[in-house]
T-cell receptor
Framework: GQNIDQPTEMTATEGAIVQINCTYQ??????LFWYQQHAGEAPTFLSY????GLEEKGRFSSFLSRSKGYSYLLLKELQMKDSASYLC???????????FGKGTHLIIQP | DAGITQSPRYKITETGRQVTLMCHQT?????MFWYRQDLGHGLRLIYY???????DKGEVPDGYVVSRSKTENFPLTLESATRSQTSVYFC?????????????FGPGTRLLVL
């Protein structure tokens, strides 16, 4: 079956760095996505990794290891507005839609 | 430059009624998707469409019908609503450019089935 695991909740301090991990077991692989979702709003795209390595985009970076079925999202210089759920999703081989994890609720404390 | 819009944003209906959720995108993206989001499940794919007149089932298609007569519209119909279909429904479209892929989500429709 398809399985995407990420922590349910994490807490971090304003100005600090936090790493949100995601592990996946899927039949085939065509890319891994990270989305941010504030309460009551739609998911917004953060990153896309299809090859191994680190992709950096401003304060956010995403890493992928296909052999380990592992990704992480790194958020630097945390701001209060980063309090949100972070969704890990995979596009499986031969599939067009995304398979999502249940999301990680990130709480930023002053 | 609306992007992707959904209507209605909120809907209350009764068990057994037919409900249609609308989705419209202005980008001319080929691929469009319908997901539902429920506590404890995350987002799950209901149906998707690769182009006008081409649709396919996702993970949880039972009780839903889709059509796509025009590229920009992708309506989702609940033929006979059930309480288990109370959820938040998100429409999305996919852009592929320069090796990068992105799915953009609409604002969502919150549906309550009584």
């Amino acid at each position: 079956g398809q399985n995407i695991d990420q922590p349910t909740e994490m807490t971090a301090t304003e100005g600090a760095i936090v790493q949100i991990n995601c592990t996946y077991q899927t039949s085939g692989f065509n890319g891994l996505f990270w989305y941010q979702q504030h309460a009551g709003e739609a998911p917004t795209f953060l990153s896309y990794n299809v090859l191994d390595g680190l992709e950096e985009k401003g304060r956010f970076s995403s890493f992928l290891s296909r052999s380990k079925g592992y990704s992480y999202l790194l958020l630097k210089e945390l701001q209060m507005k980063d309090s949100a759920s972070y969704l890990c999703a995979v596009r499986r081989g031969g599939a067009d839609g995304l398979t999502f994890g249940k999301g990680t609720h990130l709480i930023i404390q002053p | 430059d609306a992007g992707i819009t959904q209507s209605p944003r909120y809907k209350i209906t009764e068990t057994g009624r037919q409900v249609t959720l609308m989705c419209h995108q202005t980008w001319s993206h080929s691929y469009m998707f319908w997901y539902r989001q429920d506590l404890g499940h995350g987002l799950r794919l209901i149906y998707y469409s690769a182009a006008a007149d081409i649709t396919d089932k996702g993970e949880v298609p039972d009780g839903y019908v889709v059509s796509r007569s025009k590229t920009e519209n992708f309506p989702l119909t609940l033929e006979s609503a059930t309480r288990s279909q109370t959820s938040v429904y998100f429409c999305a479209s996919r852009e592929t450019s320069g090796g990068q892929e992105t799915q953009y989500f609409g604002p969502g429709t919150r549906l309550l089935v009584l």
